[in-house]
Nanobody, 121 residues
Framework: QVQLVESGGGLVQPGGSLRLSCEVS????????MGWYRQAPGKQRELVAE???????EYADSVKGRFDISRDNAKNAVLLQMNSLRPEDTAVYYC???????????????WGQGTQVTVSS
């Protein structure tokens, strides 16, 4: 019912930029939110940024002012523009969508396969 195709990871120098894209194919009642999480080695997965279906935005404190999440409605995709990247941003980044199959059903969560972002000189 839900398929996520991520792209845009890679190696970048500190201070550089990357843009992640996650194209969403979903046969569901509603997409409640789309977002990006990350997991660094030895650490728990954490929220990076999320956008809800009514355009509310949430960012991790560590990325505020540097990262920007948006939707590309033409491609049904969620984008993460990452600027001023730091070595501590190095992680596997996962696309996530939360959705309902039917109005009375609970919210489900679906993950992409992950894309590696490495910030290093």
């Amino acid at each position: 019912q839900v398929q996520l195709v991520e792209s845009g990871g890679g190696l970048v120098q500190p201070g550089g930029s990357l843009r992640l894209s996650c194209e969403v194919s979903a046969s569901v009642f509603t997409l409640n939110s789309m977002g990006w999480y990350r997991q660094a080695p030895g650490k728990q997965r954490e929220l990076v940024a999320e956008i809800t279906n009514d355009d509310q935005l949430e960012y991790a404190d560590s990325v505020k002012g540097r990262f920007d999440i948006s939707r590309d409605n033409a491609k049904n995709a969620v984008l993460l523009q990452m600027n001023s990247l730091r070595p501590e941003d190095t992680a596997v980044y996962y696309c996530n969508v939360k959705y309902k199959i039917q109005p009375a059903y609970p919210i489900h969560s679906h993950w992409g396969q992950g894309t590696q972002v490495t910030v290093s000189s």
